[in-house]
T-cell receptor
Framework: QKEVEQDPGPLSVPEGAIVSLNCTYS??????FMWYRQYSRKGPELLMY????GNKEDGRFTAQVDKSSKYISLFIRDSQPSDSATYLCAISLTGTASKLTFGTGTRLQVTL | NAGVTQTPKFRVLKTGQSMTLLCAQD?????MYWYRQDPGMGLRLIHYSVGEGTTAKGEVPDGYNVSRLKKQNFLLGLESAAPSQTSVYFCASSQHAGQPQHFGDGTRLSIL
């Protein structure tokens, strides 16, 4: 079983739709949860970052962590064509040896 | 606002050739990382460094070497390139372990 599972998509939605992107993970010790956005031929850029469980909102984006279900979500409200990208979840432990474990990414296409 | 800069952006090599990829960061980050990204495989950690003069193996280190002689630079070397090393290589940095990483825009490497 992979440490982080993410549906690769592609996911196609009309402009203005609410998008839900999800990841599941296997290790209950993970404490840091991140979402990255990657445009074609670019590096991943950090979108959202949460520690432990709960919700975090930033403009049209909401990150949600459910540690009891080992499930993290990213919601995008009022989606725009500029949101078309690949979204990667990443999780990590704390400690000097800890590294990020990435999902394989979900490709999102927002159509006019 | 450079952040993480990778050179070169593109390179084509023949099997058996060697080359070095350069990563430079201007954020004074302690930790630096090299990943490769392949379709369906996500980001896989090759090597990383927890500070100047240190290096450590990641998930897929075979065939690669790294050096961190200066805090701001992290070099990735391919000793004898193989077609299996055709990939997009990303460098990243972070101030603390397990926390969000900042990525460069990648080096696209093809080995014929």
């Amino acid at each position: 079983q992979k440490e982080v599972e993410q549906d690769p998509g592609p996911l196609s939605v009309p402009e203005g739709a609410i998008v839900s992107l999800n990841c599941t993970y296997s290790n209950s010790a993970f404490q840091y949860f991140m979402w990255y956005r990657q445009y074609s031929r670019k590096g991943p850029e950090l979108l959202m970052y949460t520690y432990s469980s709960g919700n975090k909102e930033d403009g049209r984006f909401t990150a949600q962590v459910d540690k009891s279900s080992k499930y993290i979500s990213l919601f995008i409200r009022d989606s725009q064509p500029s949101d078309s990208a690949t979204y990667l979840c990443a999780i990590s432990l704390t400690g000097t040896a800890s590294k990020l474990t990435f999902g394989t990414g979900t490709r999102l296409q927002v159509t006019l | 606002n450079a952040g993480v800069t990778q050179t070169p952006k593109f390179r084509v090599l023949k099997t058996g050739q060697s080359m070095t990829l350069l990563c430079a960061q201007d954020m004074n980050h302690e930790y630096m990382y090299w990943y490769r990204q392949d379709p369906g495989m996500g980001l896989r950690l090759i090597h990383y460094s927890v500070g100047e003069g240190t290096t450590a193996k990641g998930e897929v280190p075979d065939g690669y070497n790294v050096s961190r002689l200066k805090k701001q630079n992290f070099l990735l070397g391919l000793e004898s390139a193989a077609p299996s090393q055709t990939s997009v290589y990303f460098c990243a940095s972070s101030q603390h372990a397990g926390q969000p990483q900042h990525f460069g825009d990648g080096t696209r490497l093809s080995i014929l």
